[in-house]
Structure formats: C-alpha cells, structure tokens
C-alpha cells in the first residue's frame, strides 16, 4: 500500500483573510498527524486543501494513495435506511463485505434506520464505516470526534492505531485532544498569518 | 461505476422516488392544458391552432419544477466531493444525472401530452408534431435545467433564480419545436433536435465547472 502526503508551504485565503502560511509537513506510512487549532483557524480548510478539494493559496500538496475524507457533511441520502445509503458507497468502493466496519463501529442495529432520524454520533460513526470499507491508505478526518460518546472516541482511536500500524497515514483535525498512536501534533496557530 | 451512478440518481428523481415531488410537473403540465380551455373559451378552432403552443409552453414550465431538488441538495450534503475523490469527474456525475432527470420527467411527459392534446382539440397530424418536436426538444430542456440547476445550487434562493435563468436559455428549443406546427416540412423538427443535442454535449461540462467553482465560495 503506497501512502504518502506532503505539504510545502501551504497559505489558506478565504475571501479577504488570510487564514495561515508557511505550512509544511510530510506524511510517510504509518504516521499520525493532529492538526490542532481553535475554531476558525483553518483546520477544515487545510483538510480540503490537502484532499485536493480546495486551491491552496500558496504552496503544494503531493499525495500517494487513494484519499478517504470524513468531514462534518456527510453525504448519505437522508431518506435511505443506513444499509442502502452505505451500499451505494461500497459498490463504487467495490467493497465486498461491508458487515466487518458496521460490527466495529457497533451500527449494525442501525441498518435499517433512515439516515434523517440518526443522531450526531451515530451520522458520524456512518461516515466512519464508509471511510472503512473504502479501505484507502489515507485517511483525512475533519473532527471526528464531535458527537461521540466516550467509548466510540476510544474506539476510533483504536481505528486510527491500527491503520497506522498497518502502514496508513491518518491526518486527524480535531479541538480536542487525541490519543494517536505517533502524537505528531501540528498547532495551526503558529501558522496563522 | 456508471451504472451505481444511474441507479441512485433515479431513485432521487423518478417520480414517487425519495426527492419526493415526482410527479407535481406532470399535474401542472395537465392543469395548465385544462385551464387554457377556460380562459380563452371553448370555441374548437381556436384551441387547434393555438392548443400546440400552449402545450409547448406547459411544458418548458412543467420542466423548470424539478430543478430545485436537481443539484443543490447533493452539493449541500458534500456528495459531489465523496465522488470527486473516488476520481468521478463532475462532468460524469453531471452528464449521469442529465440522462437521469431527462428519464424521470420526459417519458411521462410525453404520455401526459396525448390528454392535453385531447382537452385542446389538437387534431392527430397536430399531436403527432408536438410529440415528435417534444421528444426532441426535452432533451435540451433537461440539458438547460441540469446548467442552470448547478449554477445556482450554491445561492440561496437559488431555486427561482433557476427558473427565470431556464426561460431565455430554453427559447431557441421553444421556437423551432412549436414553430414545427405551422410548417409542414420536417426542417424545424430537425433542427429543434440539433439545439437539443447541442445543449446535451454543453451542459455536463457547464454545471461540472459550477460545481468545481461552488467549493471556493
């Protein structure tokens, strides 16, 4: 699995302001990054730039690997049972046994539920089975841990070890703090132009 | 890839599909052909001749109603991005999901126009052009919606902006499908297919740019 991602000297404009320059890193197999910053200080910019839906201002972004993105919209049909809005991801993912990531994030009594009617943690734990199944070397995770409960933080955490471990890179923006299993923490604050 | 693509657009706008709405256009379409007959009078002559172009512009109104739910509620929940990074280009999604709205609403429209055709007394020489100028014209028409659908998506109050965009865009269509019935050559026919096509090839590249442009705002 080849992963690897690589900033240089990144600047994020949105509309008159400058939100942060001057940013780089590199991400190679197996690393963990935790982009920390208060809110507003660009950290879902910087998830955008780097999934390559966003222009950077400045700078450029490489990228190996196939990218997975959970991020506060979620990108499921509201009016679906969870199993069909998730199925229409896995067959473009061509994913073959979705079963294993609703058992890991416990979704499974869910399945048949419409989207509409789940809750914030459950929506982001749906986000999270679809990043699974997509089974991609990078993972980049705009808050994920907002909405869940205590023991669904220390499962995802869990996730994220293990996709490391298993050669992934994950890039985590988050407020709050992290338990990643190689704590490399980049404080956008010190960016802020 | 395509065919998931298809399958899920369809199950958005197909009437009685989840967008809710499906058939709405269609009742219009039929109403606005029933209280034409009110207003201006039962008199049959009057209604043959003018029965095709009311239909026609029926339709272009019937056509504007969907376009609401067309492209804006995907964009808003981020769909167009979760594609983008699976290496879907929007001009794909777009040009899936133009076939797709031309399949929810043309179709039945077309069905729709032998009760309209009835109610304004359009004779079956008359009916037989405006089904064949209608199959050729909606294509165009969906082509524009879909353009102008993902041009707006992103403002609010985007949904009315649409329809008075569709309006001047879909006026070639309009003029060359209605004008088929006061010629007796197929020329106009014709050529109302070629606009339509002409817009089909347009439209996926137009709101696949509106898309793209619609993550910097």
């Known amino acids: 699995m080849q992963a690897r991602l690589a900033a240089r000297d990144i600047a994020c404009r949105r509309g008159e302001r400058l939100l942060f320059r001057g940013l780089s890193f590199e991400c190679a197999r197996g690393d963990a990054l935790h982009l920390a910053g208060a809110n507003g200080i660009g950290k879902s910019s910087l998830i955008r730039i780097l ?13 190996e690997g196939a990218i997975g993105l959970v991020e506060e919209r979620l990108a499921l049909d509201e009016n679906l ?28 009594a869910l399945i048949d539920v419409p989207v509409r009617y789940l809750s914030t943690g459950q929506r982001k734990r749906a986000a999270l089975a679809r990043l699974l199944n997509r089974n ?52 956008l604050a010190e960016y802020a132009a | 890839m ?33 209280l034409y007959p009110f207003a201006v009078g039962p008199e049959p002559r009057l209604l043959a001749r003018t029965g095709g172009g009311v239909i026609w512009v029926a339709a272009l109104l019937a ?8 492209v804006a509620g995907d964009l808003e929940a981020g769909v167009f991005d979760q594609l ?21 609403f043309a179709p039945l429209l077309l069905l729709a126009t032998l009760p309209a055709a009835a109610l304004l007394n359009l004779s079956g020489e008359a009916t037989r052009t405006v089904l064949l100028g209608l199959f050729a014209g909606t294509p165009g028409l969906a082509a524009v919606g879909l353009a102008v659908a993902a041009l707006t998506a992103s ?28 010629r007796p050559d197929p020329g106009a026919l014709l050529f109302t297919a070629a606009i339509s096509l002409g817009l089909c090839a347009l439209a996926p590249f137009a709101a696949g740019a509106a898309i793209r442009a619609a993550r910097e705002v």
């Open chain 2, 63 to 70: 056509a504007i109603l969907p376009l609401e739910r067309l």
């Open chain 2, 2 to 34: 395509i065919a998931a693509l298809l399958r899920r657009d369809l199950g958005l706008l197909l009437p009685g599909g989840r967008g809710g709405a499906g058939v709405l256009p269609l009742l219009f379409f039929l109403a606005v052909a029933m």
């Open chain 2, 84 to 104: 983008h990074l699976r290496g879907v280009a929007e001009e794909l999604a777009m040009a899936v999901r133009l076939l797709a709205h031309w399949l929810a």
């Open chain 1, 51 to 63: 999934a390559g839906l966003l222009r950077p201002f400045a700078g450029t972004v490489e990228r």
């Open chain 2, 155 to 182: 403002l609010r109050g985007g949904a009315a902006l649409a329809g008075l965009m569709v309006i001047p865009l879909a006026l070639p269509v309009l003029v060359f499908g209605a004008g088929a019935l006061a």
């Open chain 1, 136 to 187: 991609c070397p990078v993972w980049l995770l705009d808050e994920p841990l907002n909405g869940l409960d205590s023991t669904a933080q220390r499962a995802f955490e869990a996730l994220v070890a293990q996709h490391c471990a298993a050669g992934g890179i994950a890039v985590v923006a988050s407020h709050q703090a992290l338990a990643l299993p190689s704590p490399r923490t980049i404080a």
């Open chain 1, 81 to 108: 049972p969870l199993g069909r809005a998730l199925a229409f991801w896995e067959r473009l993912d061509g994913c073959l046994a979705p079963d294993g990531a609703l058992d890991t994030l416990d979704l499974g």
